[in-house]
RNA sequence: GGGGGAGUGUCCCGAGUGGCAAAGGGGGCGGACUGUAAAUCCGCUGGCUUCGCCUUCGUAGGUUCGAGUCCUACCUCCCCCA
């Protein structure tokens, strides 16, 4: 990673004390840009899924500290370049998706995503625009002879996108291949409309952010600027937020609150400050105090990771909400309300039911192949006491205040109530 | 258009001689130890009405008591030639 430089506007030198630093083209005169302007910026992100996850919240930070520092952020959603297809990080080509699923996906992100920013008219309210307005009603052959012409396919051919594909001789379809052709475009064409000098991105767009900035010299006679934030793994070099169980998901359909806040509150000790510094607001004496904290009460700073980072995508309420659901389980060892819940009727318990199946039925586990395996392995608790049976029923009289809390492992629970 | 090669457990990579629920990794999950951490060790990582049954190796057929393995056609991809 290239070192920061020592930036002199309010904006970049909080972006860099941050961590969120990670390169930028002509450091020296967007410096200056910011300290003398209200800057417009723009982020894209693609409509390829109905959320957006943890590895996307880099990027929305920055626009929200945009914002924050009184410059004009610009939300741009890939409703166009989600039909292209973004190669980088793909070794396959993405499934094609219809344009009513790329629409459904981008009003869904926009609704997960709704309490980062404030969108409006004032001056550095939010803009939200998709590219689809202009990319869909582009013609061949004039955009082939107005913006086709200052590309080389040369210098595509070593972009890193394009460049793994080729290396590990997986295909790469000519569709996908206009991609960076198409995100250069846009910088332009957001520079035409709204007089956005700065694209932001993660590091492994670097090579289409320059290709807007050149292709900006060439059409519009304008200086341009990119500026990436890194890549973020965690302390042991994993990808953030990716497991087994899938992805951190931003929307609340798909990770709850509750478990949100769970996932920051597992963080590893050494992200711990790191984190902080991405993901809250938090000033930077408290971050330091936060992350000094020796042993066990290492925990106190992850807690409040999680509330804050929690309180910034779903509210305040909500992060408080989680925050003393786990106090309450994790602390108390109680059937805490906030878990997660089951229904069940009445009948069926007191006919009695195997646990494998209530593991299954509730959702906790996939089948009920998986429930006995982690009966087997004691992962499976009824009221914090381990099965230890695979056979082993639950009835009527295993409820206690209402309900039966089943649990796998120690951090996933749910509460089976008799209706 | 011609020639050569590849597609394996739906997380990924990858062995696989006709008897295979299919080696080995990585990742993930669970247990022990802890602090809801990391590291380490152990276990699990197709489904079910589970001492048994069912479904899986690109797709569809065929040969065989038996097919991931052999044959045929098709699909997708890679490489070389034109």
């Known amino acids: 990673m290239p070192a920061a430089p020592q930036f002199q506007s309010e904006f970049l030198r909080t972006f860099a ?56 952020p610009i939300l741009l959603m890939g409703g166009g370049t989600t039909k292209a297809g973004d190669p980088s990080g793909k070794d396959d080509t993405r499934q094609m998706l219809t344009s009513e699923q790329i629409e459904a996906n981008k009003q869904s992100i926009l ?28 013609e061949w052959l004039p955009f082939l002879r107005e913006v086709g012409r200052h590309f ?35 910088f332009v064409e957001l520079y035409k409309r709204y ?31 990119g500026l990436t934030t890194p890549l973020i793994t965690t302390a042991s070099g994993a990808k953030m937020g990716k497991t087994a169980a899938g992805a951190v998901w931003l929307n609340s359909d798909r990770v709850s609150p509750y478990d949100y ?54 509210g305040r309420e909500a992060a408080g909400l989680a925050a003393e659901t786990a106090r309450r389980t994790f602390e108390e060892g109680a059937s805490a309300e906030g878990l997660p819940s089951f229904e069940i009727e009445r009948a069926k318990l007191e006919a009695g039911i195997p646990v494998p199946n209530l593991a299954q039925m509730s959702g906790l586990t996939s089948s009920t192949g998986e429930a ?32 039966i809390k089943l649990s796998l492992g120690k951090k996933k629970h749910i509460l089976i109530k008799p209706v």
């Open 372 to 403: 006995r395996r982690f009966i087997q392995g004691g992962g499976l608790s009824v009221n914090n006491v381990p099965v230890k049976d695979v056979k082993a029923n639950v009835s009527l009289s295993d409820v206690k205040d209402g309900a």
């Open 17 to 72: 004390a941050r961590g969120a630093y990670y390169d930028c083209s002509g450091p020296e005169e967007l410096d200056r840009l910011f300290a003398k302007e209200r800057v417009t910026a723009y982020i894209g992100f693609d409509c390829t899924a109905d959320s957006l996850h943890v590895g996307s919240l880099v990027q929305l930070m920055t626009l929200r500290r945009l914002q924050q520092a009184g410059h004009k």
């Open 195 to 225: 007089g956005c000098r700065l694209q932001s991105s993660g590091s492994d767009q670097w090579g289409n952010v320059v290709s807007g900035i050149d292709l900006g010299h060439r059409l519009a006679n304008v200086q341009l600027y």
């Open 261 to 314: 806040w769970q996932f920051w509150r597992n963080t590893e000790d050494g992200d711990v400050g790191r984190f902080l510094r991405l993901f809250t607001e938090l000033p930077e004496s408290e971050i330091t105090r936060l992350e000094n904290l020796e042993g066990a009460e290492r925990n106190d700073g992850k807690k409040i990771l999680a509330t804050e980072a929690t309180s910034i995508l779903h």
């Open 152 to 186: 080389s396919v040369n210098r595509m051919l070593t972009l890193e996108s394009v460049k793994l594909r080729l290396e590990r001789e997986q295909p790469l379809s000519f569709l996908e291949f206009n991609y960076s052709i198409m995100q250069a475009y846009d």
């Open 111 to 138: 609704g997960g995503i709704k309490h980062l920013l404030h969108f409006g008219d004032g001056p550095s309210d939010a803009i939200l625009v998709d590219n689809a307005e202009w990319l869909d009603r582009l």
